[in-house]
């Protein structure tokens, strides 16, 4: 799980209540007209909450899954992209990937123009979702998926 330390100055723990309009999940069923289903089925999770005074937010979902699961994830995570929009309002892009672990996305989300980010990252069986609000320093966002891929290193094998 990421840390305070790890985001930039000014954030600190918030705790682990994760409800709210922030998943990726979410996302896709406001852009997409007919959302993939992701069939992998997770085998454990944990959440983190990161704010600042500004009531800026960084969400942090880590799912455990089968490795083949894990996989599936992020391809599923791309495919969602991919959908057919709801409309010319909302959209769902990929802007960077590769970048971090075993497999990396970064998602920018626009909202009738109101524009969020969501990373995923993978190492081994396990997926972080990261979502990083109105961070949208695309350096920045490679540094946190490189520190979330550091710290899912930590709970798998596969590093």
């Known amino acids: ?26 996302a896709a069923s406001y852009a997409c007209a007919d959302t993939p289903t992701l069939s992998a089925k ?5 959440g983190a909450v990161f704010g600042k005074p500004d009531a800026s937010l960084v969400i942090e979902r880590v799912r455990r899954y089968s490795l083949d699961g894990a996989k599936a994830t992020i391809v599923w995570a791309r495919t969602v992209t991919e959908c ?14 590769g970048f971090a672990g075993d497999g990396s996305l970064l998602i920018r989300f ?10 995923f990252v993978r190492q081994g069986d396990l997926v972080a979702e990261v979502w990083l609000g109105s961070l949208t320093n695309r350096t920045e966002a490679r540094r946190l998926a490189q520190r979330a891929a550091d710290r899912l290193c930590a709970g798998t094998d596969a590093c």
Request: proline residues 2%; without cysteine.
């Open 1 to 26: 799980m990421l840390r305070a330390s790890d985001l930039p100055s000014g954030f600190r723990a918030a705790g682990s209540d994760l409800d709210g309009d922030w998943s990726f999940n979410f």
């Open 42 to 46: 997770e085998r454990a999770e944990r």
């Open 84 to 97: 057919k929009r709801i409309n010319e309002l909302s959209s769902l892009s990929i802007v960077d990937s």
């Open 110 to 119: 626009d909202a009738q123009g109101l524009i969020s980010y969501t990373l």
